[in-house]
């Protein structure tokens, strides 16, 4: 065999300058480095790798692009489904989705699908490579998007190409969603990336509107009812924090980890006092949770001046919910990871303030409904961890403003809205929605992959609408 059975490494920066600054990690490929890449690429008739795409990019033919040193046409046919590549080549979980299915990796690493998606949008420029202008005359009907959130702008994406009025009405005062919101620049810069991809929409037609929170400002019923809005699609996300239930969250210096994160990403209070939004991180910080929010949160903690961070995790290892490569990254940088441990009070101090994690520690018994070993409490085996900040980082759910000033829309227990989920239509006619709001918190490429098939559904009801064809 002729190629490496192993990806070309990506450049990072050293780990130990990195957990001082917030500038990205990764540095992305050369010219050399993603030819070369490209080149392990079989180009398989099948194309397995597209199956785990959640929006469908053709892989072989971008990846054959960049063999050919055609970065421009690569990311052209990249945007033909995917209107946000230059996030999803750096944020999504590829090692479970398209790299999944790569031949290649039966025998060893799959091809870097997401460094090479990154690699032509970053080469091509968002700004020089834009989507292409809308093809389609004025269809003469208006859409409302709830939420800038990657499922929101996807959706606004393809139905302003496919001819529709669209406005994005947003909550907060900058649009992206969870992509400002949550994910911390070091991983995902902000107006290299998302502002420009962002910007790429309003080229072509598509109005945000940001300070506007449905079920406040105005309510589902009354965009279609008084503005004349056709449809709507909700994409509100996840953005309600989940807590333990244990003596002592209601402490000075515990935090949601969505406030934390919010706090510094989208407030930038990184760089206080330049910017006007304090954070309190003390010299130890304990993250509880092992996804990819806890280990966002434990590093952003080591960037904002902790001597030592931790993640309290209740199982082992082999069960992180976290990226492989964010768990390698926090490693790195010096993350110290409590495994089989749990927390079952926050202990403070006469202040009122955090001083330590009362735990226990766990070993994992049978599997439970999730599939993964349960963890079972160690008897006597109580402990005090020394922290003066605690992030909750066990996840996060629907806020539930629009689905409680929103008639005849049905949720499910947990307050989701319940979606068809091949077209993201509700119980109530001319509503869809699609994304976190919908399946619970979950990726940002399975939120746009909802996004896609909610715009195609919406296209098919308003065209029925429009030309009389409705039942």
């Not at 054959?64 to 979980?93: F, H, M, Y």
């Not at 330049?274 to 434990?298: E, L, Q, W, Y």
């Amino acid at each position: 065999m002729s190629f490496s059975l192993t990806k070309h490494k990506m450049p990072e920066q050293d780990p130990q300058v990195r957990a001082k600054n917030f500038n990205e990690v990764t540095l992305g490929y050369s010219a050399e480095d993603a030819l070369n890449e490209a080149k392990r690429c079989l180009n398989c008739k099948h194309a397995p790798c597209r199956q785990g795409c959640p929006v469908q990019v053709n892989i072989p033919a971008f990846i054959k692009q960049i063999k050919e040193g055609d970065a421009g046409a690569a990311i052209a046919t990249i945007k033909e489904v995917n209107s946000l590549p230059a996030v999803c080549g750096r944020v999504c979980p590829q090692e479970e989705q398209c790299e999944k299915y790569c031949v290649l990796a039966k025998k060893g690493e799959a091809v870097g699908i997401g460094r090479l998606e990154r690699y032509a949008a970053d080469r091509a420029g968002n700004n020089v490579q834009a989507i292409r202008p809308v093809a389609y005359p004025d269809k003469g009907q208006k859409v409302a998007v709830i939420g800038s959130g990657p499922a929101g702008l996807t959706a606004a994406g393809d139905l302003a190409k496919l001819g529709y009025k669209v406005t994005v009405f947003e909550a907060l005062h900058a649009p992206g969603g969870v992509l400002v919101y949550g994910i911390p620049e070091f991983r995902l810069p902000k107006d290299a990336v998302v502002k420009a991809e962002i910007d790429n929409l309003r080229k072509i037609g598509v109005e945000i509107i940001v300070n506007a929170v449905a079920g406040k400002t105005f309510t589902i019923d009354e965009l279609m009812e008084e503005e004349g809005y056709q449809a709507v699609f909700i994409a509100t996300g996840a953005g309600l924090p989940y807590f333990m239930g244990i003596p002592g969250e209601n402490l000075n210096g515990v935090y949601a980890a969505n406030e934390f994160l919010t706090r510094c990403n989208l407030m930038k209070a990184y760089k206080f006092p330049a910017c006007g939004t304090p954070i309190h991180v003390g010299k130890r910080v304990a993250v509880v949770g092992g996804g990819n929010v806890a280990m966002d949160a434990a590093r952003t903690a080591l960037r904002l001046g902790a001597d030592h961070a931790y993640i309290v995790y209740r199982r082992s290892e082999a069960e992180l919910p976290a990226r492989q490569e964010e768990v390698h990254h926090a490693k790195e940088e010096g993350i110290e990871f409590q495994l089989l441990t749990n927390p079952v009070a926050i202990l403070g101090n006469e202040q009122g303030w955090v001083r330590a994690l009362q735990c226990v520690r766990m070993e994992l018994g049978e599997p439970d409904a999730s599939g993964r070993r349960r963890p079972v409490e160690v008897k006597g085996s109580e402990f005090e961890l020394e922290v003066d900040t605690a992030v909750i980082a066990i996840g996060q759910g629907p806020n539930p403003l629009v689905q409680s000033t929103t008639k005849g829309l049905e949720t499910n227990k947990k307050g989701n809205i319940i979606a068809d989920p091949e077209t993201g239509a509700t119980s109530k006619a001319g509503v869809f929605a699609g994304g976190d709001i919908v399946t619970g918190a979950a990726t940002v490429i399975l939120a746009m992959g909802a996004g896609k098939k909610a715009a195609a559904a919406i296209d098919q009801y308003l065209t029925a609408k429009r030309t009389g064809q409705t039942e």
